[in-house]
Nanobody, 127 residues
Framework: QVQLVESGGGLVQAGGSLRLSCQVSGGTFSYYAVGWFRQAPGQEREAVTLMSRGGSDTYYASSVQGRFTISRDNAKKTVYLQMDRLKPEDTAVYYC????????????????????WGRGTQVTVSA
């Protein structure tokens, strides 16, 4: 059974940094595209950043471009999200998700495309 567990969330002042981790257990991690999504109260879940199974393709939402960086360590079965220059509008619950793909599958920003999800970790950025 595939399970995802996020960690690293917390409270930080605007301009600060956080690094989220997502530990994946079960399954063959290298077969999965990975993504970080977030959901603020009263809003829909949105794609923040995605990475293909091979790591060569990435997507960043325009709101985080240049501030956030996604990475993956296949040996550790872990996905990371480095968040720098955080803003109050980044406040949300952050979710890790993975999606079984073939090498040519394009990245998808649709939450419904993803097979497995973590429970989320809260990120709060104070002004």
């Amino acid at each position: 059974q595939v399970q995802l567990v996020e960690s690293g969330g917390g409270l930080v002042q605007a301009g600060g940094s956080l690094r989220l981790s997502c530990q994946v257990s079960g399954g063959t991690f290298s077969y999965y595209a990975v993504g970080w999504f977030r959901q603020a109260p009263g809003q829909e879940r949105e794609a923040v950043t995605l990475m293909s199974r091979g790591g060569s393709d990435t997507y960043y939402a325009s709101s985080v471009q240049g501030r956030f960086t996604i990475s993956r360590d296949n040996a550790k079965k872990t996905v990371y999200l480095q968040m720098d220059r955080l803003k109050p509008e980044d406040t949300a619950v952050y979710y890790c998700a993975i999606r079984r793909t073939i090498l040519t599958t394009p990245l998808s920003v649709q939450p419904g495309s993803y097979d497995y999800w973590g429970r989320g970790t809260q990120v709060t950025v104070s002004a």
